[in-house]
């Protein structure tokens, strides 16, 4: 399928655009993008494509803030070594066979697609994906918008939690790119969306009806957030709070007490303190104290991906169960799901508002 999802599917240049002197060359323009914008997901299992997305991930300044001169031996006599095969097994085991891509692209070409059919009514906007660490590129989707006739581009970071290492990182490709065009389109940038009554009520709800197909109840709801150093915090980044934010919102929702929904964080790397509690540390604790039946959620993810499949619904129930537990269980994120569009499509009719 081609990448580019037009609402416009015949693809055709603005009328307006048709009107101009004679020998004038073709010009499109006067049509809206709609960028959704992920994290990236490797080529391959292999090696080296696994090396090659580690290597772009992990020299990003924005996800290591660590001085070049310390972390460039360890990342690439280390780190590059050891970890793309360890991380392609990983891979390996919740990869998209069908389609020969991980997760992550799939569902969010799905939510694209989902997307561009309910803005079939306008055929001004055009709706396209990019990741922001292997293909397809942010820069090649610019393009693509820009010789698609759109002269103005609003980018949708979809993490719902503004972090630096996430939405700043995203939205810094996609500048990187605006510097290397003659023309650039107008830009605008989706803010996080942590506490939107939107999102706030599709998680709930997700809860709800993952928790009702089940022939017991949870005596505990984890709310569990991809973690950072603990100095990020410190240094300003508001992530920790947006996401305690969304789990006091998401307690009301349910009307549920404190003690029913905790807040953890996951997927840590490295030495240094991350954000606290660690997930698989409260995990193993909740186990060993005496509790049966545990859910996890991970309300950061607008689509799961390996942290989720396999980190969560892998390893974490591996540590459950070894350690005294009898159920467990995850919710699966929004996705592509109703709930998962209806919460992007708010996003975009907002944030559209002034020009479509």
Request: charged content about 20%.
């Amino acid at each position: 399928m081609n990448q580019l999802t037009p609402v416009d599917a015949g693809g055709a240049t603005p009328a307006r655009a048709t009107h101009l002197p004679a020998g004038h060359p073709v010009v499109a323009w006067g049509k809206v993008g709609v960028l959704l914008l992920q994290l990236g997901t490797p080529d391959g299992t292999g090696y080296w494509p696994m090396r090659r997305y580690l290597k772009q991930f992990l020299s990003d300044r924005r996800v290591i803030e660590v001085p070049r001169l310390i972390w460039w031996p360890i990342l690439n006599l280390i780190i590059l070594t050891t970890r793309p095969g360890r991380k392609g097994k990983d891979y390996a085991s919740i990869w998209n066979t069908a389609r020969d891509e991980g997760p992550l692209k799939t569902i969010t070409r799905d939510q694209a697609e989902q997307l561009a059919a309910r803005l079939v009514g306008r055929p001004d906007v055009v709706v396209d994906w990019a990741m922001r660490y292997a293909n397809p590129s942010t820069a090649s989707r610019i393009e693509a918008l820009r010789a698609q006739g759109c002269d103005r581009i609003l980018l949708v970071p979809l993490y719902p939690h503004y972090a630096a290492a996430t939405t700043a990182t995203a939205n810094d490709e996609a500048f990187r790119a605006l510097m290397t065009m003659r023309w650039q389109p107008a830009i605008r940038t989706a803010p996080a969306y942590a506490d939107d009554p939107v999102y706030i009520s599709a998680i709930a709800a997700s809860i709800k009806a993952h928790l009702a197909s089940l022939p017991w109840a949870p005596d505990v709801v984890m709310a569990t957030y991809h973690g950072m150093p603990q100095k990020y915090l410190e240094r300003g980044d508001p992530y920790h709070c947006q996401c305690l934010k969304t789990s006091r919102l998401l307690r009301d929702a349910l009307g549920w007490p404190a003690d029913k929904l905790i807040t953890t964080f996951q997927s840590r790397f490295g030495n240094d303190p991350w954000l606290q509690p660690y997930t698989d540390k409260t995990v193993e604790a909740l186990a060993r104290g005496g509790t049966k039946r545990i859910a996890l959620v991970a309300p950061g993810f607008a689509a799961d991906c390996l942290e989720t499949l396999e980190e969560l619904d892998v390893e974490n129930r591996e540590i459950f169960m070894h350690n005294g537990g009898e159920q467990f269980t995850y919710v699966p994120a929004l996705n592509a799901t109703p709930g998962g569009v209806d919460v992007i499509e708010a996003i975009v009719r907002r944030e559209l508002m002034g020009w479509v």
